[in-house]
């Protein structure tokens, strides 16, 4: 096999493997992989992911100008472009829709707490970028404002990018993100974060090394948002409260007893069962209080 054929043959099991496991529907998503200095191979318009083959496939340039197959590009390839421009330590991008993960894009919840040590060594930080219409420039100036400092966005209302050196990698990393999402919406429906403490999470960081994991820039100061001028990110903004001689960190309720409060200012109230059998019945009886006698 060329590596043209093994990247073909690359891209359509990541194709299939985003369909099998229900990231994808009908034609979402995208892929594509660095083949050369000039050319990248894509996915094609209009067609699902969990049936191509790799004759499917298209070459174009890094401007999106089609250098050879029979279908069009991605309609999303521009976000892609953004992407290779942005880090030329990136070979590799995967865009789909995983449900979990997109439903945190479309509550406008990153997921960017510190609360699972693979998450924190391989990906650190994941933000939301903000909205723009799928398939135009807009999205992709959206994804090139975060990209330089992350490996895994979720797009606003849309769904989720992952970059790497290599097309298994960035769809390892999709596997994370989804995975991350899930175990976080368990975890606040039982009413709680435990999070990773800053001294942990700068240990962690500093292991990444060991482990052979490039972080593409470090975790922000502690107050930091990371955004400079021109509004690019610069660095990943971690909620990781410093506690000096702890690894984890309880999220404690304002109030003992009450549900933990919610991330990222959300407005929630959270109730047991029986405290709200009990705001009921005591509406209920303010009400009969209330009634005339007959």
Same mark, same amino acid.
């Given at each position: 096999?060329?590596?043209?054929? *093994?990247? &073909?043959?690359?891209?359509?099991e990541i194709g299939r493997r985003l369909h099998q496991r229900a990231y994808v529907a009908s034609n979402d998503g995208n892929i594509s992989v660095r083949l050369d200095a000039e050319r990248l191979l894509t996915t094609p318009k209009s067609v699902s992911k969990g049936f191509m083959t790799p004759?499917?496939?298209?070459?174009?340039? %890094?401007?999106? &100008? @089609?250098?050879a197959g029979e279908r069009d590009p991605s309609s999303e390839l521009p976000m892609h472009l953004a992407v290779y421009r942005r880090r030329a330590d990136v070979t590799a991008v995967v865009h789909a829709h995983p449900p979990?993960?997109?439903g945190f894009a479309v509550a406008g919840i990153p997921l960017d707490r510190a609360v699972l040590a693979e998450v924190v060594t391989t990906l650190g930080s994941i933000p939301i970028a903000? %909205?723009? #219409?799928?398939? #135009?420039? +807009?999205?992709?100036?959206?994804?090139?404002?975060?990209?330089?400092?992350?490996d895994g966005l979720l797009l606003a209302n849309h769904g989720?990018? #992952?970059?790497?050196? !290599?097309?298994?990698?960035? %769809? %390892? @990393?999709?596997?994370t993100i989804e995975h991350f999402a899930r175990i976080s919406v368990v975890a606040r429906i039982l009413g709680r974060e435990r999070l990773l403490s800053r001294e942990e999470v700068n240990r962690l960081q500093e292991l990444r090394g060991t482990y052979g994991i490039a972080a593409p820039a470090p975790i922000c100061p502690e107050g930091s948002d990371g955004i400079v001028a021109g509004g690019d990110a610069a660095c990943q903004t971690l909620e990781a409260p410093s506690a000096p001689g702890a690894r984890l960190v309880d999220d404690v309720p304002a109030v003992p007893g009450a549900a933990a409060p919610p991330?990222? !200012? +959300? *407005? +929630?109230? &959270?109730? *047991?069962? &029986?405290?709200? #059998?009990?705001i009921v019945e005591d509406a209920v009886n303010r009400l009969r209080d209330r009634e005339p006698a007959p």
């Open positions: 096999m060329t590596a043209e054929e *093994t990247r &073909r043959a690359d891209i359509v004759d499917m496939l298209v070459i174009t340039d %890094y401007a999106g &100008r @089609k250098l979990v993960a997109t903000e %909205y723009g #219409t799928p398939s #135009t420039q +807009e999205l992709a100036d959206a994804v090139d404002r975060h990209i330089a400092a992350h989720a990018i #992952t970059v790497a050196d !290599g097309l298994l990698p960035a %769809y %390892y @990393k999709m596997e991330a990222h !200012g +959300e *407005t +929630e109230i &959270r109730l *047991t069962y &029986r405290e709200l #059998t009990a």
